[in-house]
Nanobody, 115 residues
């Protein structure tokens, strides 16, 4: 079982920056994927970015060049540095992990970007 604890959401003006953190606890193993999804009101949950324990990354086209995902394997923690934020980035951001073939989700953290 893996538990994911998110932090770092909040309110920011357009063009600003925020950093999200997600710490995993439990039996995550040595080979895993962690990352972030988001869900805006009335929309489906969508991929933002993921990173594997080997350092491979994947980004949604809408955030490429603005968001950077990074990880600390020793701490089982993943970070999402968000820059040049836009109002359309407003959503609940969910931390995600896939470990031993199982998906795990955090409780979500609200990110609101004002225009």
């Amino acid at each position: 079982q893996v538990q994911l604890l998110e932090s770092g959401g909040g309110l920011v003006q357009a063009g600003g920056s925020l950093r999200l953190s997600c710490a995993a606890s439990g039996s995550i193993g040595r080979a895993y994927t962690m990352g972030w999804y988001r869900q805006a009101p009335g929309k489906q949950r969508e991929l933002v970015a993921t990173i594997t324990s080997y350092g491979g990354t994947n980004y949604a086209d809408s955030v490429k060049g603005r968001f950077t995902i990074s990880g600390d394997n020793a701490k089982s923690t993943v970070y999402l540095q968000m820059s040049s934020l836009k109002p359309e980035d407003t959503a609940v951001y969910y931390c995600y992990s896939n470990s031993f073939g199982y998906d795990y989700w955090g409780q979500g953290t609200q990110v609101t970007v004002s225009s």
